[in-house]
Protein backbone atom coordinates (compact mmCIF):
# COMPACT_ATOMS: atom_id res chain seq x y z
CA UNK A 1 0.00 0.00 0.00
CA UNK A 2 1.05 3.64 -0.76
CA UNK A 3 1.79 5.67 1.73
CA UNK A 4 -1.46 7.92 2.56
CA UNK A 5 -1.22 10.60 5.58
CA UNK A 6 -3.85 13.32 6.11
CA UNK A 7 -2.25 17.03 6.55
CA UNK A 8 -3.86 20.03 7.57
CA UNK A 9 -7.20 19.68 5.44
CA UNK A 10 -7.54 15.93 3.78
CA UNK A 11 -5.09 13.56 1.92
CA UNK A 12 -3.33 15.06 -1.27
CA UNK A 13 -1.01 13.47 -3.21
CA UNK A 14 1.07 13.67 -7.07
CA UNK A 15 -1.50 11.98 -9.30
CA UNK A 16 -0.51 8.68 -10.68
CA UNK A 17 2.43 8.72 -8.48
CA UNK A 18 0.36 8.07 -5.22
CA UNK A 19 -2.78 9.82 -5.97
CA UNK A 20 -3.90 6.42 -7.67
CA UNK A 21 -7.63 4.77 -8.04
CA UNK A 22 -6.23 2.12 -5.82
CA UNK A 23 -5.54 4.39 -3.42
CA UNK A 24 -8.20 6.09 -3.28
CA UNK A 25 -9.63 3.11 -2.89
CA UNK A 26 -8.27 2.64 0.19
CA UNK A 27 -8.92 5.96 1.52
CA UNK A 28 -12.60 5.42 0.53
CA UNK A 29 -13.33 2.03 2.64
CA UNK A 30 -11.44 3.21 5.03
CA UNK A 31 -13.95 6.27 5.31
CA UNK A 32 -16.91 3.87 4.69
CA UNK A 33 -15.91 1.96 7.75
CA UNK A 34 -15.81 4.70 10.16
CA UNK A 35 -19.53 5.94 9.11
CA UNK A 36 -20.35 2.26 9.87
CA UNK A 37 -18.57 1.46 12.79
CA UNK A 38 -18.86 5.05 14.38
CA UNK A 39 -22.70 5.20 13.47
CA UNK A 40 -21.90 8.74 12.14
CA UNK A 41 -24.69 8.86 9.65
CA UNK A 42 -27.66 7.19 8.18
CA UNK A 43 -27.42 9.00 5.04
CA UNK A 44 -24.15 7.90 3.45
CA UNK A 45 -22.14 10.31 1.58
CA UNK A 46 -22.20 13.27 -0.75
CA UNK A 47 -19.72 13.42 -3.07
CA UNK A 48 -18.59 16.38 -5.21
CA UNK A 49 -15.01 17.11 -7.70
CA UNK A 50 -13.18 19.86 -8.42
CA UNK A 51 -11.70 20.91 -12.31
CA UNK A 52 -8.54 19.33 -11.57
CA UNK A 53 -7.67 16.27 -14.26
CA UNK A 54 -9.35 12.84 -13.54
CA UNK A 55 -11.16 14.32 -10.79
CA UNK A 56 -14.70 13.73 -11.95
CA UNK A 57 -13.38 9.64 -12.69
CA UNK A 58 -11.75 9.63 -8.98
CA UNK A 59 -15.12 10.61 -7.71
CA UNK A 60 -16.90 8.18 -9.37
CA UNK A 61 -14.53 5.43 -8.01
CA UNK A 62 -14.60 6.69 -4.75
CA UNK A 63 -18.99 6.47 -5.53
CA UNK A 64 -18.73 2.80 -6.82
CA UNK A 65 -16.55 1.56 -3.34
CA UNK A 66 -18.58 3.50 -0.98
CA UNK A 67 -21.92 1.72 -2.95
CA UNK A 68 -20.25 -1.80 -2.91
CA UNK A 69 -20.05 -1.30 1.43
CA UNK A 70 -23.68 -0.92 1.16
CA UNK A 71 -23.27 3.51 1.67
CA UNK A 72 -25.96 5.28 0.20
CA UNK A 73 -24.31 7.52 -2.53
CA UNK A 74 -24.98 11.34 -3.83
CA UNK A 75 -22.97 12.66 -5.69
CA UNK A 76 -23.04 16.05 -7.81
CA UNK A 77 -23.89 15.95 -11.81
CA UNK A 78 -20.99 18.33 -12.23
CA UNK A 79 -17.96 20.21 -10.99
CA UNK A 80 -18.96 21.63 -8.17
CA UNK A 81 -17.37 24.44 -5.33
CA UNK A 82 -16.37 22.41 -2.07
CA UNK A 83 -18.63 24.65 0.14
CA UNK A 84 -21.55 23.61 -1.98
CA UNK A 85 -20.83 19.83 -0.88
CA UNK A 86 -20.34 21.36 2.83
CA UNK A 87 -24.46 22.85 2.65
CA UNK A 88 -25.01 19.29 1.06
CA UNK A 89 -23.45 17.40 4.39
CA UNK A 90 -25.45 19.69 6.28
CA UNK A 91 -28.35 19.47 4.49
CA UNK A 92 -28.63 15.68 4.14
CA UNK A 93 -26.78 14.86 7.28
CA UNK A 94 -24.61 12.99 5.59
CA UNK A 95 -20.57 12.96 5.72
CA UNK A 96 -19.24 15.11 2.86
CA UNK A 97 -16.40 13.91 0.25
CA UNK A 98 -14.72 15.91 -1.94
CA UNK A 99 -11.92 15.00 -4.93
CA UNK A 100 -10.10 17.86 -4.75
CA UNK A 101 -6.54 19.58 -4.57
CA UNK A 102 -7.85 22.91 -3.32
CA UNK A 103 -4.80 25.22 -3.97
CA UNK A 104 -2.06 22.82 -4.74
CA UNK A 105 -0.19 22.57 -7.84
CA UNK A 106 -1.93 21.00 -10.90
CA UNK A 107 -0.28 17.85 -10.32
CA UNK A 108 -1.52 16.83 -7.56
CA UNK A 109 -5.19 16.01 -6.25
CA UNK A 110 -6.68 14.77 -3.02
CA UNK A 111 -9.70 14.17 -0.95
CA UNK A 112 -11.28 15.74 1.57
CA UNK A 113 -13.87 14.86 4.04
CA UNK A 114 -16.65 17.37 5.42
CA UNK A 115 -18.45 16.06 8.61
CA UNK A 116 -22.68 15.66 8.48
CA UNK A 117 -22.89 19.51 10.41
CA UNK A 118 -21.14 21.28 6.70
CA UNK A 119 -17.43 21.52 8.06
CA UNK A 120 -13.89 19.92 7.50
CA UNK A 121 -13.85 16.44 9.71
CA UNK A 122 -12.06 17.51 13.35
CA UNK A 123 -8.80 15.70 14.32
CA UNK A 124 -10.41 12.91 16.17
CA UNK A 125 -12.69 11.97 12.86
CA UNK A 126 -9.72 12.25 10.77
CA UNK A 127 -7.73 9.82 13.04
CA UNK A 128 -10.90 7.71 12.93
CA UNK A 129 -10.66 7.38 9.54
CA UNK A 130 -6.30 6.70 9.53
CA UNK A 131 -7.02 4.03 12.29
CA UNK A 132 -8.92 2.47 9.21
CA UNK A 133 -6.27 2.50 6.41
CA UNK A 134 -5.07 -0.98 7.28
CA UNK A 135 -8.32 -2.14 6.69
CA UNK A 136 -8.26 -2.62 3.03
CA UNK A 137 -10.51 -5.46 1.60
CA UNK A 138 -8.44 -5.94 -1.95
CA UNK A 139 -11.35 -9.16 -2.62
CA UNK A 140 -14.40 -6.25 -2.36
CA UNK A 141 -16.32 -5.77 -5.80
CA UNK A 142 -17.34 -3.25 -6.94
CA UNK A 143 -20.22 -2.98 -9.76
CA UNK A 144 -19.52 -0.09 -12.60
CA UNK A 145 -21.04 3.01 -12.06
CA UNK A 146 -23.34 3.26 -14.98
CA UNK A 147 -25.15 0.07 -13.23
CA UNK A 148 -24.75 1.23 -9.73
CA UNK A 149 -26.22 4.21 -11.23
CA UNK A 150 -29.15 2.47 -12.73
CA UNK A 151 -29.94 0.59 -9.49
CA UNK A 152 -30.09 3.93 -7.43
CA UNK A 153 -27.18 2.85 -5.66
CA UNK A 154 -25.60 5.91 -6.77
CA UNK A 155 -27.81 9.18 -6.79
CA UNK A 156 -26.56 12.13 -9.13
CA UNK A 157 -28.21 15.56 -7.73
CA UNK A 158 -27.66 19.13 -8.24
CA UNK A 159 -25.39 20.25 -5.41
CA UNK A 160 -25.32 23.92 -6.80
CA UNK A 161 -28.60 25.29 -6.83
CA UNK A 162 -28.99 24.64 -2.74
CA UNK A 163 -26.21 26.37 -2.01
CA UNK A 164 -27.06 29.15 -4.55
CA UNK A 165 -30.09 29.37 -2.42
CA UNK A 166 -28.52 29.62 0.73
CA UNK A 167 -26.01 32.63 0.04
CA UNK A 168 -29.68 34.01 -1.70
CA UNK A 169 -31.14 33.59 1.94
CA UNK A 170 -27.92 35.24 3.56
CA UNK A 171 -26.50 38.15 1.37
CA UNK A 172 -28.43 40.93 0.87
CA UNK A 173 -27.89 41.06 -2.77
CA UNK A 174 -31.17 43.32 -3.60
CA UNK A 175 -28.61 45.86 -1.97
CA UNK A 176 -25.98 44.92 -4.06
CA UNK A 177 -27.85 44.98 -7.63
CA UNK A 178 -29.32 48.29 -7.27
CA UNK A 179 -25.92 49.78 -6.00
CA UNK A 180 -24.61 48.29 -9.62
CA UNK A 181 -21.22 47.56 -8.29
CA UNK A 182 -19.16 46.21 -10.23
CA UNK A 183 -17.45 43.25 -9.59
CA UNK A 184 -13.90 40.80 -10.76
CA UNK A 185 -13.67 37.65 -10.73
CA UNK A 186 -11.07 35.18 -11.00
CA UNK A 187 -11.89 31.97 -10.12
CA UNK A 188 -8.20 30.65 -10.97
CA UNK A 189 -9.82 28.03 -13.59
CA UNK A 190 -11.54 26.34 -10.70
CA UNK A 191 -14.85 25.25 -9.28
CA UNK A 192 -15.99 28.54 -8.42
CA UNK A 193 -16.55 29.60 -12.21
CA UNK A 194 -19.86 31.16 -13.18
CA UNK A 195 -21.06 31.09 -9.42
CA UNK A 196 -21.13 34.91 -8.94
CA UNK A 197 -22.39 35.72 -12.39
CA UNK A 198 -25.32 33.24 -11.47
CA UNK A 199 -26.16 35.38 -8.43
CA UNK A 200 -25.28 39.01 -9.84
CA UNK A 201 -25.31 38.59 -13.47
CA UNK A 202 -23.60 41.20 -16.25
CA UNK A 203 -22.51 43.31 -12.41
CA UNK A 204 -19.83 40.52 -12.72
CA UNK A 205 -17.08 40.26 -15.19
CA UNK A 206 -14.98 36.96 -15.14
CA UNK A 207 -11.22 35.85 -16.04
CA UNK A 208 -9.71 32.72 -16.02
CA UNK A 209 -13.76 31.40 -16.59
CA UNK A 210 -12.52 28.52 -18.62
CA UNK A 211 -11.95 24.87 -17.79
CA UNK A 212 -7.95 24.29 -17.55
CA UNK A 213 -6.74 21.37 -15.66
CA UNK A 214 -3.33 23.11 -15.46
CA UNK A 215 -4.53 26.46 -14.13
CA UNK A 216 -2.81 28.46 -16.44
CA UNK A 217 0.49 27.65 -15.51
CA UNK A 218 0.04 29.39 -11.77
CA UNK A 219 -1.12 26.79 -8.67
CA UNK A 220 -4.67 28.04 -7.94
CA UNK A 221 -4.04 30.35 -4.57
CA UNK A 222 -5.35 33.70 -4.11
CA UNK A 223 -2.42 35.14 -3.18
CA UNK A 224 -0.81 38.49 -4.13
CA UNK A 225 1.80 37.61 -6.80
CA UNK A 226 -0.95 34.95 -8.28
CA UNK A 227 -3.02 37.97 -8.95
CA UNK A 228 -1.49 40.28 -11.14
CA UNK A 229 -4.11 39.88 -13.95
CA UNK A 230 -6.79 40.24 -11.88
CA UNK A 231 -5.09 43.71 -10.29
CA UNK A 232 -4.45 44.98 -14.03
CA UNK A 233 -8.24 43.72 -15.37
CA UNK A 234 -9.53 46.07 -12.07
CA UNK A 235 -8.08 49.13 -14.15
CA UNK A 236 -8.84 48.15 -17.18
CA UNK A 237 -12.41 47.80 -16.30
CA UNK A 238 -13.07 50.02 -13.92
CA UNK A 239 -14.07 47.26 -10.97
CA UNK A 240 -14.88 48.25 -7.49
CA UNK A 241 -13.01 45.36 -6.33
CA UNK A 242 -11.78 41.61 -7.39
CA UNK A 243 -12.68 38.84 -5.65
CA UNK A 244 -10.09 35.65 -6.53
CA UNK A 245 -10.87 31.78 -5.15
CA UNK A 246 -8.68 28.97 -5.12
CA UNK A 247 -9.53 25.69 -6.93
CA UNK A 248 -12.04 24.54 -5.24
CA UNK A 249 -13.86 27.76 -4.12
CA UNK A 250 -13.30 27.54 -0.24
CA UNK A 251 -10.70 30.08 0.02
CA UNK A 252 -10.30 33.49 -0.69
CA UNK A 253 -8.44 36.87 -1.42
CA UNK A 254 -9.57 40.10 -2.76
CA UNK A 255 -7.60 43.33 -4.70
CA UNK A 256 -9.07 46.46 -4.09
CA UNK A 257 -10.27 49.40 -6.33
CA UNK A 258 -6.96 50.20 -7.00
CA UNK A 259 -5.62 47.24 -8.01
CA UNK A 260 -4.03 46.17 -4.15
CA UNK A 261 -4.29 43.11 -3.01
CA UNK A 262 -6.38 42.19 0.37
CA UNK A 263 -5.46 39.74 2.30
CA UNK A 264 -7.37 36.98 4.23
CA UNK A 265 -5.77 39.06 7.38
CA UNK A 266 -7.65 41.95 6.43
CA UNK A 267 -10.58 40.52 5.29
CA UNK A 268 -10.84 38.72 8.39
CA UNK A 269 -10.65 42.03 10.48
CA UNK A 270 -13.03 43.37 8.24
CA UNK A 271 -15.37 41.14 8.98
CA UNK A 272 -14.83 41.59 13.06
CA UNK A 273 -16.36 45.03 12.07
CA UNK A 274 -18.89 44.75 9.88
CA UNK A 275 -20.30 41.85 11.79
CA UNK A 276 -19.80 43.51 15.37
CA UNK A 277 -20.41 46.94 14.82
CA UNK A 278 -22.57 46.89 12.19
CA UNK A 279 -24.71 43.92 12.65
CA UNK A 280 -24.61 43.90 16.63
CA UNK A 281 -23.19 40.42 16.60
CA UNK A 282 -21.19 38.87 19.16
CA UNK A 283 -18.94 35.62 20.19
CA UNK A 284 -15.40 34.99 20.13
CA UNK A 285 -12.77 35.27 17.63
CA UNK A 286 -10.79 32.30 16.41
CA UNK A 287 -7.46 31.98 14.34
CA UNK A 288 -4.72 29.74 13.37
CA UNK A 289 -1.65 30.31 14.43
CA UNK A 290 -0.03 32.11 11.35
CA UNK A 291 -3.11 34.63 11.44
CA UNK A 292 -3.01 39.03 12.29
CA UNK A 293 -2.25 40.43 15.57
CA UNK A 294 -4.72 43.06 14.62
CA UNK A 295 -7.24 40.52 15.70
CA UNK A 296 -6.40 40.58 19.00
CA UNK A 297 -6.27 44.39 19.13
CA UNK A 298 -9.57 44.31 18.36
CA UNK A 299 -10.97 41.32 20.51
CA UNK A 300 -9.20 43.58 23.27
CA UNK A 301 -10.99 46.76 21.94
CA UNK A 302 -14.61 45.11 21.81
CA UNK A 303 -14.13 42.92 24.99
CA UNK A 304 -14.06 39.85 22.62
CA UNK A 305 -12.66 36.64 23.46
CA UNK A 306 -9.65 35.54 21.32
CA UNK A 307 -8.48 32.07 20.49
CA UNK A 308 -5.53 30.85 18.31
CA UNK A 309 -5.60 27.24 17.05
CA UNK A 310 -3.05 25.14 15.11
CA UNK A 311 -3.05 25.60 11.36
CA UNK A 312 -5.53 23.97 9.44
CA UNK A 313 -9.10 24.77 9.27
CA UNK A 314 -10.59 21.77 10.98
CA UNK A 315 -9.48 23.16 14.19
CA UNK A 316 -11.30 26.35 13.51
CA UNK A 317 -14.65 24.69 12.41
CA UNK A 318 -14.63 22.64 15.84
CA UNK A 319 -14.72 25.37 17.56
CA UNK A 320 -17.28 26.80 15.12
CA UNK A 321 -19.57 23.54 16.07
CA UNK A 322 -18.98 23.30 19.81
CA UNK A 323 -18.64 27.06 20.69
CA UNK A 324 -20.17 31.02 19.97
CA UNK A 325 -17.62 32.17 17.26
CA UNK A 326 -18.40 35.63 15.93
CA UNK A 327 -15.65 34.62 12.84
CA UNK A 328 -12.57 32.76 12.24
CA UNK A 329 -10.25 32.28 10.26
CA UNK A 330 -6.80 31.31 8.65
CA UNK A 331 -3.82 33.20 6.56
CA UNK A 332 -4.35 31.16 3.79
CA UNK A 333 -7.74 32.50 2.79
CA UNK A 334 -10.03 30.32 4.76
CA UNK A 335 -12.86 32.59 6.48
CA UNK A 336 -15.99 31.65 8.20
CA UNK A 337 -18.45 33.63 10.40
CA UNK A 338 -21.44 33.50 12.47
CA UNK A 339 -24.51 32.58 10.76
CA UNK A 340 -23.14 30.56 7.98
CA UNK A 341 -21.55 27.02 7.36
CA UNK A 342 -19.48 25.69 9.93
CA UNK A 343 -16.79 25.70 6.96
CA UNK A 344 -14.71 28.38 5.08
CA UNK A 345 -16.31 30.05 1.82
CA UNK A 346 -14.65 31.99 -0.41
CA UNK A 347 -17.71 32.46 -2.52
CA UNK A 348 -19.95 33.81 0.24
CA UNK A 349 -17.40 35.38 1.84
CA UNK A 350 -16.65 37.62 -0.70
CA UNK A 351 -19.83 38.48 -1.56
CA UNK A 352 -20.12 39.63 2.21
CA UNK A 353 -17.24 41.90 2.05
CA UNK A 354 -19.42 43.31 -1.20
CA UNK A 355 -21.87 43.92 1.22
CA UNK A 356 -20.02 45.90 3.69
CA UNK A 357 -18.51 48.06 0.87
CA UNK A 358 -22.43 48.78 -0.33
CA UNK A 359 -23.83 49.65 2.91
CA UNK A 360 -20.90 51.24 3.95
CA UNK A 361 -20.70 53.88 1.32
CA UNK A 362 -16.52 53.16 1.24
CA UNK A 363 -14.54 51.46 -0.87
CA UNK A 364 -12.80 48.70 0.34
CA UNK A 365 -9.19 50.70 -0.18
CA UNK A 366 -10.87 53.16 2.38
CA UNK A 367 -12.14 50.41 4.61
CA UNK A 368 -8.99 49.01 5.08
CA UNK A 369 -6.95 52.24 5.67
CA UNK A 370 -9.60 52.85 8.58
CA UNK A 371 -8.09 49.36 9.97
CA UNK A 372 -4.72 50.86 9.71
CA UNK A 373 -5.66 54.36 11.17
CA UNK A 374 -7.84 52.39 14.46
CA UNK A 375 -4.71 49.80 14.51
CA UNK A 376 -1.64 50.88 13.25
CA UNK A 377 -0.62 49.09 10.07
CA UNK A 378 -0.11 44.94 10.09
CA UNK A 379 1.97 43.69 6.52
CA UNK A 380 2.37 40.38 6.05
CA UNK A 381 4.93 38.28 3.78
CA UNK A 382 5.05 34.55 3.31
CA UNK A 383 7.99 32.20 1.14
CA UNK A 384 7.48 28.41 0.64
CA UNK A 385 10.51 26.76 0.19
CA UNK A 386 10.77 23.80 -2.11
CA UNK A 387 13.90 22.69 -0.77
CA UNK A 388 15.47 19.16 0.36
CA UNK A 389 14.20 17.24 3.36
CA UNK A 390 17.14 16.77 5.38
CA UNK A 391 17.71 21.29 4.62
CA UNK A 392 14.18 21.15 5.80
CA UNK A 393 14.51 19.07 9.13
CA UNK A 394 17.59 20.73 9.89
CA UNK A 395 15.84 24.37 10.00
CA UNK A 396 13.32 23.27 11.92
CA UNK A 397 15.52 21.61 14.90
CA UNK A 398 17.49 24.73 14.61
CA UNK A 399 14.71 26.80 15.58
CA UNK A 400 13.55 24.71 18.16
CA UNK A 401 16.34 24.57 19.63
CA UNK A 402 15.97 28.12 19.59
CA UNK A 403 18.95 29.06 18.00
CA UNK A 404 17.74 31.62 15.50
CA UNK A 405 17.97 34.46 18.23
CA UNK A 406 18.22 37.39 16.07
CA UNK A 407 16.15 38.22 12.85
CA UNK A 408 17.00 40.81 10.19
CA UNK A 409 18.96 42.86 13.76
CA UNK A 410 15.84 42.04 15.67
CA UNK A 411 16.08 40.26 19.02
CA UNK A 412 13.64 37.40 19.76
CA UNK A 413 12.41 38.01 23.01
CA UNK A 414 10.40 34.67 23.06
CA UNK A 415 8.74 31.80 21.38
CA UNK A 416 6.02 29.67 20.97
CA UNK A 417 5.74 26.35 19.72
CA UNK A 418 1.95 25.68 18.87
CA UNK A 419 2.30 25.02 15.89
CA UNK A 420 5.66 25.58 14.14
CA UNK A 421 8.41 27.64 15.61
CA UNK A 422 6.98 31.19 15.95
CA UNK A 423 9.87 33.98 16.89
CA UNK A 424 8.54 37.18 18.61
CA UNK A 425 10.66 40.09 17.89
CA UNK A 426 11.37 43.11 20.23
CA UNK A 427 9.09 45.25 17.98
CA UNK A 428 6.29 43.38 18.20
CA UNK A 429 6.73 41.78 14.93
CA UNK A 430 6.82 37.96 14.60
CA UNK A 431 8.36 35.39 12.17
CA UNK A 432 6.75 31.77 12.31
CA UNK A 433 9.14 28.51 10.80
CA UNK A 434 6.62 25.48 9.95
CA UNK A 435 6.53 22.82 7.14
CA UNK A 436 3.52 22.60 5.36
CA UNK A 437 1.04 20.12 5.91
CA UNK A 438 -0.17 19.52 2.80
CA UNK A 439 3.63 19.74 0.44
CA UNK A 440 6.78 19.33 0.70
CA UNK A 441 7.51 22.68 1.66
CA UNK A 442 9.10 24.88 4.25
CA UNK A 443 6.61 27.87 4.86
CA UNK A 444 7.98 30.92 6.52
CA UNK A 445 5.89 34.22 7.48
CA UNK A 446 6.44 37.09 9.13
CA UNK A 447 4.11 40.42 10.17
CA UNK A 448 5.62 43.41 10.92
CA UNK A 449 4.06 47.21 10.72
CA UNK A 450 5.17 47.86 7.03
CA UNK A 451 6.17 45.50 4.44
CA UNK A 452 9.28 46.15 3.59
CA UNK A 453 10.55 44.99 7.18
CA UNK A 454 7.96 41.57 6.86
CA UNK A 455 10.04 41.07 2.99
CA UNK A 456 12.97 41.58 5.16
CA UNK A 457 12.26 39.24 8.16
CA UNK A 458 11.29 36.45 5.70
CA UNK A 459 13.98 36.76 3.32
CA UNK A 460 16.72 36.70 6.22
CA UNK A 461 15.09 33.66 7.96
CA UNK A 462 15.31 31.62 4.50
CA UNK A 463 18.96 32.52 4.07
CA UNK A 464 19.75 30.48 7.08
CA UNK A 465 18.26 26.95 5.14
CA UNK A 466 21.34 26.61 3.01
CA UNK A 467 23.68 27.78 5.79
CA UNK A 468 26.39 25.13 6.38
CA UNK A 469 25.85 25.70 10.79
CA UNK A 470 22.64 24.37 11.17
CA UNK A 471 23.17 21.36 8.42
CA UNK A 472 25.98 19.78 10.90
Known sequence: MNHIKFGTDGWRGIIAENYTFENVGIVTQAVARWIGDEEVTENGVVIGYDARFLSERFAKHAAVIFAAMEIPV????????????????NHFDAVGVVVTASHNPPEYNGYKIKAPFGGSANPDQIAGIEQRLDLYDITLSAKPYVECVREGLIREMNFTDGY??????????????????????????????????????????????????????????????????????????????????????????????????????????????????????????????????????????????????????????????NEDILAGGEESGGIAVKGHLPERDGIYIG???????????????????????????????????????????AMIQYCEEKKLNTIAGLKVVDWNM???????????????????GTEPVLRIYAEASDYESAVALVEDATSWVDRPEILV
Open 351 to 393: LLITEMVVKSGKTLGRLIQDLFDEYGKHSYYRNDIHTEDHKKK
Open 164 to 321: LDLIRELIDLEAIKQNGIKIAHDPMYGSGRTILKQLLGEQVLEIHDELNPLFGGIAPEPMGQNLDELSHFIAENNCALGIANDGDADRIGMVDENGTFVSSHKLLSLLVEYLHQEKKMNGKIVKTFSTTNMLDKQAEKYGLTMDVTPIGFKYIAEKIV
Open 74 to 89: RISNQIVPTPAVSWAA
Open 418 to 436: KDGIKHLLENGSWLLVRPS
